[in-house]
């Protein structure tokens, strides 16, 4: 079993930054991708960025070069760095780990079994 913790959601203005926190406890040396995902209201679940134990990334076309994933290992955290926040980047934003059994990490939710309960980002103009 893997837990996930999220934090550092807010409200924010357009154009502002912000970094989320998600931290991660319990089996998590056997999870290989660590992600980040965001729902909006009516909205489907949509992958933002992922990160594999080699520190290989991956981001969704609409966050590329404005979003950056990180980790750090010695304090089992996942972040995840916002900038240039756009007001449909407002969301509810979920981290999410898997089991070990995917190589490449790719952004699909299938491939995800430990979930956290998120952190809301609001943006205001």
């Known amino acids: 079993q893997v837990q996930l913790v999220e934090s550092g959601g807010g409200s924010v203005q357009v154009g502002g930054s912000l970094r989320l926190s998600c931290q991660v406890s319990g089996a998590i040396r056997s999870s290989h991708c660590l992600s980040w995902w965001r729902q909006a209201p009516g909205k489907e679940r949509e992958g933002v960025a992922a990160?594999?134990?080699?520190?290989?990334?991956s981001y969704a076309n609409a966050v590329k070069d404005r979003f950056f994933v990180s980790r750090d290992d010695a304090n089992n955290t996942l972040y995840l760095q916002m900038i240039g926040l756009k007001s449909e980047d407002a969301a509810m934003y979920y981290c999410a780990a898997d089991d070990g059994g995917n190589y490449p990490c790719r952004l699909d939710i299938d491939d995800y079994k430990y979930w956290g309960q998120g952190t809301q980002v609001t943006i205001s103009s």
């Open positions: 990160l594999d134990t080699d520190g290989r990334t």
